[in-house]
């Protein structure tokens, strides 16, 4: 996925629909960034490039669920209660940290189960 220019990146402030997508509350206080465009990036707005990683360690217990063929759901669920991130949580890791835009994850990665 893309890195944001550290030149030219824009903070702002997130509306309703970008909290609700990267998990935060209304009242927290948080700055965003957005891509703008200058001549160190070729007015692109991004610079470089940054990994999402995925990655499932299968412990006991999500064998166990494995073996009885449990749902996807519940395997998800066991995974996450373990540490386990979606390519979803750590894009929207790295849009909190500065490091891209929403736009760009959006664009990487499908979000529409975080709308709910």
């Known amino acids: ?8 990146r ?5 509306d309703v629909k970008e909290r609700r997508l990267l998990g935060m509350t209304p009242t927290e206080p948080a700055a965003l960034f957005r891509a703008v465009g200058c001549e160190q990036c070729d007015y692109q707005g991004y610079r470089g490039r940054n990994g999402i990683l995925e990655l499932l360690k299968i412990d006991g217990a999500i064998d166990e669920l494995i073996a009885r063929r449990a749902t996807a759901r519940e395997i998800l669920t066991a995974a996450r209660a373990g ?3 979606t390519l979803a949580d750590d ?5 909190r940290a500065g490091t891209t835009s929403l736009d760009e994850v959006m664009r990487v990665v499908d979000l529409t189960d975080r709308m709910a």
Do not use: E, S, W
């Open 1 to 8: 996925m893309r890195k944001l220019c550290r030149t030219c």
């Open 91 to 95: 894009g929207v890791r790295l849009v």
């Open 83 to 85: 540490g386990f991130r």
């Open 10 to 14: 824009q903070p702002y402030d997130p």
